[in-house]
């Protein structure tokens, strides 16, 4: 897969997610990670969705992976604190902290 065919595929599963339909979108979202586990978008919006099911620790797992990559979001570095913060593991929030310098 190419660089304009992910961005076509992240674009769908956004529109997916607008739509409320968060299957298509998760669908759509491991198609990427199949070719490209490295897509930080595409965890990020996998984090999203994991997230808003309750799934924390998925998210948790999904934005470490995107906050491996060096085009991580800082909406992905606040959102791991977050959940860091929220599942009771305010130390891993401030080493991410650390880190983000």
Do not use: W
Request: net charge positive.
């Amino acid at each position: 897969m190419n660089a304009s065919q992910e961005s076509a595929l992240l674009l769908l599963a956004q529109k997916y997610l607008q739509a409320r339909n968060a299957d298509l979108a998760k669908k759509t979202l491991f198609k990427i990670l199949q070719t490209n586990s490295n897509s930080s978008r595409a965890n990020e919006l996998l984090a999203h969705i994991e997230g808003g099911l309750g799934n924390t620790a998925t998210a948790i797992d999904f934005l470490n992976a995107a906050c491996k990559q060096k085009n991580c979001s800082a909406e992905a570095l606040y959102n791991l604190g977050k959940y860091y913060v929220d599942s009771d593991q305010p130390l891993k929030a401030i080493d991410l902290l650390k880190k983000s310098r």
